[in-house]
């Protein structure tokens, strides 16, 4: 069964998946190295945002948007790996550039401006809804993906339909995360350590559709385009790796909103693509929480005209309080592996 749904063997298949984290990691620290002399020698650095805690003025001047080194070695890591001109394969690169190019603009007009303020919050909204109504589109007429169909992780029988509000709620789905995973990027090593174990599982249910387990209960579409998408996300998660390499504390560069755009829409369509969007959702919990802090700050701030929290989103609340930047972003992984092991656990109910 598994030789007629995928080309070869499945011990080769597995092969490829782990050589293209292995070389998308390798290749991706040797891009962030000549990338980052690059940037020191030009003396191009990220601006801070005044109302930052105070020991963020220490990082002003660090090279950014690292995201384009990362970003690349993933790509670059797909096309040597995968089958490139596989819907399940070009969609996630499509939707990763895409969106990787509204950031880059965002971070460019920052260092010109010398400002942590680039692109106008309309402005980049405006471009992301373009940009997601353009991979819904692909994901529909390209990938096979006709369901309206959402299941509940853990109790795989509730099933709705939601019909022509489908395309619209996908649309919103990809703008949150690319914004989710944005707002998260404010310390070093937390938005792309707390990434790294939903690509994990995001991976690994991906090769489990891939190979055709359970078949029944998903669209052979999935079945066929597994492999390929495990191969993006493996590449993801070796640049991922090499990118912490020099994102650690203390960072010797940021990934920027070109990087945190990227991550976010690729956590999004690949959740689209396998009909996984709440587990993936329960895996992003720590995104989610960011998020939702910051939009609580805002409603709460316009509305009621107090704070709920000292500065949003919530890693800077736990800063301003004194807590170290180190021991935030080492709780805030922890968080992330719970929440990863959280959704594995649901999915494993749904369709194990």
Known sequence: MV??????????QILRILLALLFSCGLTLV???????WMEIH??????????????RMKEGTPTIGGLFFLTGTTLSTLVFGKITQPYSYIPL???????????????????????????????????????????????????????????????????DIGVWYPLMAMLYVVFFVNAVNISDGLDGLAAGSALPVFFLIG????????????ELIQRTIVLGGIDLAMVVSSALGSLLAFLWYNSQKAQVFMGDCGSHGLG?????????????????????????????????????????????????????????????????????????LCTVSAGVLFIVKYL
Not at 105 to 115: E, G, S, T, Y
């Open 43 to 56: 003396k191009i650095g990220q601006p801070i945002n005044p109302d930052n805690p105070e020991l963020h």
């Open 3 to 12: 030789e007629q749904l995928v080309d070869g063997q499945p011990v080769w």
């Open 265 to 337: 829409a690729l956590l999004a369509v690949s959740a689209l693509l396998m009909k996984i969007e709440l587990v993936v959702l329960t895996a992003s919990g720590v995104f989610f929480i960011e998020c939702a802090s910051s939009l609580l700050q805002i409603v709460s701030i316009r509305f009621a005209h107090r704070k709920i929290f000292l500065i949003a989103p919530l890693h800077h609340h736990y800063e301003k309080r004194g807590m170290e930047e180190s021991k935030i972003v080492f709780r805030f992984l922890i968080a992330s592996m």
């Open 31 to 37: 891009l962030g190295k000549i990338f980052i002399k």
């Open 94 to 160: 499509v939707a990763i550039w895409g969106f990787a190019l509204i950031g880059l603009l965002d971070d460019v007009l920052k260092l010109r401006r010398h400002n942590s303020v680039g692109l106008k919050t309309s402005q980049k909204l405006a471009m992301q809804i373009l940009m997601s109504a353009l991979v819904i589109w692909l994901l529909d007429t390209c990938s096979g993906m006709h369901s309206s169909i959402i299941t509940l992780p853990w109790n795989p029988v509730v099933k709705w």
């Open 204 to 215: 690994l249910i991906a090769v489990v559709f891939g190979f055709g387990i359970h078949e």
